[in-house]
């Protein structure tokens, strides 16, 4: 494994976001709850720099037309336990109509958001997705 030099940590406060070029590759790193995150730093959608985006929790939203990035998936995916996820700017206005149905009813005001079974959990909270699916700690 070779490690290069991308920024002084000091430059990458918490809940900040920062270009970072190394090796001439255009990324984009991320805090969030200490832990640095690195993706591309062209948004997927129309390329807009996602080093002007805004960090929000675990999630990071294109200052261009608000997509967003999030790592709740990739926890799932991490432990094979399948999901139906939905993209709700992507999707039809019956099933925006439900998801709001389904936020005003939990009281949640909020995305992202996983439901589990009857609860909704708000933002990235790997520890609760754990407590709610019954899982042991060495599963978490
Ligand atoms: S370019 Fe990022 S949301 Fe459109």
């Given at each position: 494994m070779v490690w290069i030099y991308a920024v002084?940590?000091?430059?990458?406060?918490?809940g900040s976001v920062a270009p970072v070029y190394p090796s001439g590759v255009n990324v984009v790193l991320a805090r969030a709850d200490g832990r640095v995150y690195a993706v591309s730093?062209?948004?997927?959608?129309?390329?807009?720099?996602?080093?002007?985006g805004s960090m929000k929790g675990h999630t990071l939203t294109c200052a261009c037309h608000d997509w967003r990035f999030r790592k709740a998936k990739q926890f799932f995916a991490d432990r094979g336990i399948p999901i139906e996820y939905i993209d709700n700017d992507l999707a039809d206005e019956a099933t925006q109509a439900r998801i709001a149905r389904e936020l005003d009813a939990a009281g949640a005001d909020g995305f992202p958001f996983v439901k589990i079974g009857n609860q909704i959990v708000e933002g990235y909270r790997p520890d609760r997705y754990a407590e709610l699916l019954g899982m042991t700690e060495g599963a978490r």
């Open positions: 002084d940590e000091a430059a990458l406060p918490e730093g062209a948004c997927a959608h129309m390329a807009c720099p996602l080093s002007l």
